[in-house]
Each structure stands twice: as structure tokens, then as C-alpha cells.
């Protein structure tokens, strides 16, 4: 659906050059919500920018559907921006306008039939569900219905890609977690493709199926979000994933646990309907070795359960290596800490 080839941007401020994007290669597939992760001058706003040509890159391709953005007409361009929506984080509403009419603004600007823009209007009122909201202003409503005008107006022209630069960073926790529910919604409604950037990795693990997370203008690592926050390979993705998980508490127990001579602590990873099965405690029955589990989690990535143990395994080294063989054997995966 998107792809950005050999991408580069630099800005120019004065006489001096600001490198903020380079060389990023990318492909996002139609229908996927694909995260950009990074923290603050990373690139990402620079990169979420380029997609619809907002910045122009200063090299590279730039594909969305069959067509090179970088090739076209300013004519043709805005053309093609139609297929492309955006939310922001600070809204970007018309605060002179009403709901209705900041939703209508797209369809207006294109000039489409009165009628239709009414009609087009109720229906993506009800989507967001502001329907009790309509001739309010922005001033009148809070931050999370702010938003849902945002995603209503971004949404009315029918596009196949919706780019989300930081759309929750200004919204409370569970404004936050409303305002992706409605994405997620969209998104399996509509096949709608969506690309968010953030700095905040709840964001990702909640939503997104596929994440890259950018460093410098460079892309450090990309995968599925499953992969990447089970396996994650640079440090600055490790980093994120710590802002998630209680590594602290982690780091403590491990301490704690070293400095008792303990040595076999194992941690375990349980993904889909596996997280619900007593594989843990089968496999050491089986093994004749005892465990105590020192920390666990229980939680969900998008729409896959997921569990991850760290257990002290007691036995003999070869009950123990029976103990993981086992382990491995059910499909989970063991990692020795
Ligand atoms: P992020 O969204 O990850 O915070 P940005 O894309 O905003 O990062 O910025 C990337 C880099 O580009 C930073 O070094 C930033 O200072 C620089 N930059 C961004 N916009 C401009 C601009 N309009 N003029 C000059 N430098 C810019």
C-alpha cells in the first residue's frame, strides 16, 4: 500500500543543513496499522510527513497505492492527498466552525453535492458517535471528542490510508485507549490502512500489527509486534519495551535471586491459547522438578493473549534441561535470564 524507497530529508535552516531522514526503506501492506516508534526529533513526524508529501523529501520514492508521490503535479498531488486522511495531535480543528461543519470541510473544499455532504456527515457523525455533539464548537467539547471530530474529517473523503501523527499524546490513559478502540474499529470496518507514530509503546501493543522503531532518522528495527517485544534486537527498542513491562521489579528479583546462589531462572513466553494451558506445570511434573514462579504477566498484543513467567527451577542440571526440553516441546518459548 505504502512503500518509501532510499528516502531522505534534510532541512535546510540558514546556511546550515539539518539531516532528519536517511535512507529509510519501508513497505506497509494494505489494511495493516503499521506504528512508528521513537523518541522526541527521532524523524518520526518528518517521516509520517513525507507519506502525503506534507514535507517533501529531499530524495527518494515516495509509493502509495501504484503511484510515486514524488512525480506528481501539484494538480495531480492534491488529487491524490484525497486518498490519504490525517489526524494530529493537537486536533488541528477549524475553532470557528462546528463539528458538522469541520467534518464537512474536506467534502466542501472537493465541492461535492449538498445533499451528499449531509449525508456523508450523519454517517461519519454516528461512526465517531457525536451525534449529540453536532453544532457544538471545539472549545465546548474535552480533548477525546476533539479527536473523534478529527478521525470524523479525516475519514470523509473515503480514504484507503489514515496517518496519525502522536493523535492520543495530548489525551489521558483512558481517553487514549477510546480513541484506538475507534482506530482498531475503522480499521477492520473499512480495511482502512493506518500508520501511527508515537513515542509511547502502549500505543503500539495495543493496536498495531507490524512496528519500526526510528533512532537519528535511521530505521533500528522493524517486525511484528509479537517478535519485536518478545525478541526485541536493539537497544533502544529494549528501551521502549521497558516501558511497558515492569523490567524494574524484573531487575530486582533477578538481583535478589543471584545473590542467593540461585541458578536456573528461566523465562518462559506463552503466546495465543497456549497463555491459558498448564504446560508450565505439566512439563515439571513430567521432569520431577519443583518451580516457584517469581514474576508473571498475563496481557494481550492487539488481539493475541500472551504470558510471560520467570520461574526458579529446581532439580538436578540434567531434570532441569529436561524441564526446558519439555517446555520447548509445547510450543513455548524459554529463555534462560
Ligand atoms: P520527531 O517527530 O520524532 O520528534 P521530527 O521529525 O519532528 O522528529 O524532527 C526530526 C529532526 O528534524 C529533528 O532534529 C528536528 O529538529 C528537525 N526538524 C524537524 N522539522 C524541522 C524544520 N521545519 N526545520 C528544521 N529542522 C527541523
Same mark, same amino acid.
Given at each position: 500500500m505504502i512503500r518509501l524507497e532510499q528516502l531522505h530529508k534534510s532541512?535546510?535552516?540558514?546556511?546550515?543543513? !539539518?539531516?532528519? +531522514?536517511?535512507?529509510?526503506?519501508?513497505?506497509? %501492506?494494505?489494511?495493516?496499522? =503499521?506504528?512508528i516508534i521513537g523518541h522526541s526529533g527521532a524523524g518520526k513526524s518528518t517521516l509520517v510527513r513525507c507519506i502525503n508529501l506534507l514535507e517533501r523529501p529531499t530524495g527518494g520514492r515516495v509509493i502509495v497505492g501504484e503511484t510515486d508521490l514524488t512525480t506528481l503535479t501539484a494538480k495531480e498531488l492534491q488529487q491524490e492527498r484525497r486518498k490519504i486522511g490525517m489526524i494530529?495531535?493537537?486536533?488541528?480543528?477549524?475553532?470557528?466552525?462546528?463539528v458538522q461543519d469541520n467534518i464537512a470541510f474536506p467534502l466542501r473544499l472537493a465541492k461535492?453535492?449538498?445533499?451528499?455532504?449531509?449525508?456523508? !456527515?450523519?454517517? +461519519?457523525?454516528?461512526?465517531?458517535?457525536?451525534? %449529540?455533539?453536532?453544532?457544538? =464548537?471545539?472549545?465546548?467539547?474535552?480533548?477525546?471528542q476533539k479527536q473523534r471530530v478529527g478521525i470524523a474529517r479525516a475519514l470523509a473523503a473515503d480514504p484507503k490510508v489514515l496517518l496519525c501523527d502522536e493523535a492520543t499524546s495530548a489525551l489521558d490513559p483512558q481517553t487514549?485507549?477510546?480513541?484506538?478502540?475507534?482506530?482498531?474499529?475503522?480499521?477492520?470496518?473499512?480495511?482502512l490502512?493506518?500508520?501511527?507514530?508515537?513515542?509511547?509503546m502502549q500505543v503500539i501493543r495495543a493496536v498495531c500489527d507490524r512496528l519500526a522503531v526510528i533512532e537519528s532518522g535511521q530505521i533500528v528495527?522493524?517486525?511484528?509486534?509479537l517478535d519485536v517485544f518478545l525478541k526485541p534486537q536493539?537497544?533502544?527498542?529494549?528501551e521502549f519495551i521497558e516501558q511497558?513491562?515492569?523490567?524494574?521489579?524484573?531487575?530486582e528479583v533477578l538481583k535478589h535471586e543471584k545473590a542467593a546462589g540461585t541458578r536456573n531462572i528461566v523465562r518462559i513466553t506463552f503466546i495465543g491459547e497456549k497463555t491459558y494451558e498448564p504446560v508450565l506445570y505439566e512439563s515439571m511434573r513430567e521432569a520431577d522438578v519443583s518451580f516457584a514462579i517469581l514474576q508473571g504477566t498475563i496481557s494481550r498484543m492487539k488481539d493475541t493473549p500472551y504470558g510471560q513467567l520467570v520461574v526458579e527451577l529446581n532439580g538436578t542440571t540434567e531434570q532441569v534441561e529436561e524441564a526446558i526440553r519439555l517446555l520447548l516441546a509445547r510450543g513455548v518459548e524459554v529463555e534462560r535470564l
Open positions: 532541512y535546510t535552516v540558514g546556511s546550515k543543513t !539539518v539531516p532528519a +531522514l536517511a535512507d529509510i526503506n519501508l513497505a506497509i %501492506e494494505p489494511g495493516e496499522i =503499521f506504528g494530529f495531535q493537537h486536533f488541528n480543528l477549524l475553532s470557528s466552525a462546528t461535492r453535492p449538498k445533499e451528499e455532504v449531509d449525508r456523508r !456527515v450523519s454517517e +461519519l457523525i454516528q461512526l465517531v458517535g457525536l451525534e %449529540e455533539h453536532r453544532t457544538k =464548537f471545539p472549545a465546548q467539547l474535552s480533548g477525546g487514549t485507549a477510546s480513541i484506538l478502540a475507534l482506530l482498531r474499529d475503522i480499521n477492520r470496518r473499512f480495511g490502512t493506518i500508520v501511527l507514530i508515537t513515542h509511547e528495527e522493524t517486525g511484528r509486534v536493539h537497544p533502544t527498542t529494549r511497558v513491562e515492569d523490567s524494574a521489579e524484573l531487575r
